[in-house]
């Protein structure tokens, strides 16, 4: 789906879920965290049961900026969850406590 309307119209027939197309949306010209936020107020306002499922994810930015819209589900793919821990920072502690710790072991040695 790749509107409000389509989703009201997906909870008004009972449906289980309704699946929004992140990045498709925004190819469209439109604000899919908007689409989410609006979808996401008519349902809690009304005595609708369907679930948000949101996907069409490119980057790991896509899931931070979908979570803040609070949908029901979000589909990442596997792809994108591999991307989601990595950070350069990380990667730099890292290196530095391997260095310390080898640092340490070295002088264990000469003692």
Request: proline share 5%; hydrophobic share 40%.
């Amino acid at each position: 789906m790749m509107n409000v309307n389509q989703t009201m119209l997906a909870a008004a027939a009972g449906a289980t879920y309704a699946s929004l197309f992140f990045n498709r949306i925004r190819d469209g010209g439109v604000d899919p965290i908007e689409v989410v936020k609006q979808y996401r107020a008519f349902i809690d306002q009304g005595d609708y049961k369907t679930k948000l499922i949101v996907g069409s994810i490119r980057k790991p930015n896509d899931v931070i900026e979908i979570a803040s819209a609070n949908p029901h589900v979000i589909t990442i793919p596997h792809k994108i969850m591999k991307q989601m821990p990595f950070h350069e920072k990380t990667v730099e502690t890292l290196k530095e406590f391997d260095k310390a710790w080898e640092e340490f072991l070295k002088a264990e040695k000469k003692c």
